[in-house]
């Protein structure tokens, strides 16, 4: 019941992110070659910070993953292990 629930509920709530009004493309939108945010941090130096944050980011994820597996590869040689002198 509580599922059912929690269902209709998450389905009824995505309706209030939609968005309501629609943007109008032109044509100069589909010429622009220019992304002025990426122009702007370029200019001031800041991307390579961005760039260094990502960066960062991912190799705490990669390190974190790496870890995890290990010990759960160390778990399951143990419960491997106990397995094997209860035999």
């Known amino acids: 019941m509580k599922k059912l629930l929690f269902l209709v509920l998450l389905l009824c709530s995505t309706s209030l992110f939609a968005q ?16 002025e945010m990426a122009d702007t941090m370029r200019q001031s130096g800041k991307i390579y910070v961005v760039v ?27 419960i491997e292990a106990q397995g094997k002198e209860k035999a």
Do not use: C, H, M, P
């Open 20 to 35: 309501e009004e629609k943007y109008q493309l032109s044509e100069d939108d589909y010429q622009n070659e220019s992304v």
């Open 52 to 78: 260094a944050v990502v960066i960062t980011i991912f190799a705490g994820l990669v390190f974190y993953l790496v870890r995890l597996d290990k010990k759960v590869s160390r778990l399951e040689q143990d």
